[in-house]
């Protein structure tokens, strides 16, 4: 698995922003995907996923103000953030999610560096 995640910065709160993520290595389109943020000082944190129909997945902390889209395409995945508060600021990864997986076959699998979010007040 790999990804390139691109889009973050420092941006004011309340504005918005789109992260991208271009991921390859693996059968995309059939795949669910995802995002999770690393908050300063903090674990990572599972915050949206995407299956492959479609449906989608949010986490309550985030849940009416994130968007997760896909492009097969494109080979794709995106996160829309809008009213972009300080809490928001954190390193954001996407990966390849696995809903339904079983030890010892892990959930989640990263492969990229992420990207820096950063919101000042």
């Known amino acids: 698995v790999q990804t390139v995640e691109s889009g973050g910065g420092l941006v004011q709160a309340g504005r918005s922003l789109r992260l991208s993520c271009a991921a390859s290595g693996f059968a995309f389109s059939t795949s669910a995907m995802g995002w999770a943020r690393q908050a300063p000082g903090k674990n990572r944190q599972w915050i949206a996923g995407?299956?492959?129909?479609?449906?989608?997945w949010y986490d309550s902390t985030v849940e009416g103000r994130f968007t997760i889209s896909r492009d097969n395409a494109e080979n794709k995945v995106f996160l829309q953030i809008e009213s972009l508060r300080p809490e928001d600021t954190g390193r954001y990864y996407c990966a390849l999610w696995r809903p339904r997986a079983t030890p010892p076959t892990p959930e989640y699998e990263y492969g990229g560096q992420g990207t820096r979010v950063t919101v000042s007040s």
């Open positions: 995407i299956e492959s129909d479609g449906r989608t």
